[in-house]
């Protein structure tokens, strides 16, 4: 299976940017980078996806190595808001259509 | 408001008690699947469907039926709920079922089996 390793969590001040890594060593050719985040009591949210270039969007960045063995996503001004957890996922290779959902990072925001 | 819709948000029932949880989405999405959330263990899937009348089974299957009637519905059906379903689920749907799009995903529903 394609895995992604992710740190358990990290903390970060409000109105700071922020760079959540993810290494994802097995990836394949085709796979794309996905992140969502989960904030509390709520179901996940797409943030942004990849496959080689970065990639840029309202809410974040995508930051994809050469190798694509890891990925950073970034948010460039971090708020109370932005505190949830951060999945960043692979496909499974053993199916077309199924993400593969790790622990995630728990990201928390100090005021 | 682009969205995934899913009833009840919280749910307390009985052991054998037939349940349906429903899902319902406003995109046109031809992909749509089911999640469950469990402590410790993640979001593993428990179904998915690919288009109308097209369904398959995800990680999680056993105890669970769909159906796919309709592009936008994609009820989860509980024929004879046990506690160890006792999980929160979630209902997300993407334009394709491909990995190139993004997943919108559903509230949750907590569902409680006594």
């Known amino acids: 299976d394609a895995k992604t390793t992710q740190p358990n969590s990290m903390e970060s001040n409000e109105e700071e940017p922020v760079h959540l890594p993810c290494n994802h060593s097995t990836i394949s050719g085709t796979d794309y980078i996905h992140w969502y985040r989960q904030l509390p009591s709520q179901g996940p949210e797409y943030v942004i996806h990849g496959l080689t270039s970065n990639v840029n969007n309202r809410m974040a960045s995508l930051a994809i190595a050469e190798d694509r063995k890891s990925s950073t996503l970034i948010l460039h001004r971090a708020t109370l808001r932005d505190a949830a957890v951060y999945y960043c996922?692979?496909?499974?290779?053993?199916?077309?259509?199924?993400?593969?959902w790790g622990a995630g990072t728990k990201l928390i925001i100090k005021p | 408001e682009a969205q995934v819709t899913q009833n009840p948000r919280y749910l307390i029932t009985v052991t054998g008690k037939k349940l349906t949880v429903t899902c319902s989405q406003n995109?046109?999405?031809?992909?749509m699947s089911w999640y469950r959330q469990d402590p410790g263990l993640g979001l593993r899937q428990i179904y998915y469907s690919m288009n109308v009348e097209v369904t398959d089974k995800g990680d999680v299957p056993e105890g669970y039926k769909v159906s796919r009637k309709e592009k936008r519905n994609f009820p989860l059906i509980l024929e004879s709920p046990s506690p160890n379903q006792t999980s929160l689920y979630f209902c997300a749907s993407s334009l394709e079922g491909t990995q190139g799009y993004g997943y919108t995903f559903g509230s949750g529903t907590r569902l409680t089996v006594v």
């Open positions: 996922i692979l496909r499974d290779p053993g199916s077309n259509y199924q993400l593969i």
């Open positions: 995109m046109n999405h031809e992909y």
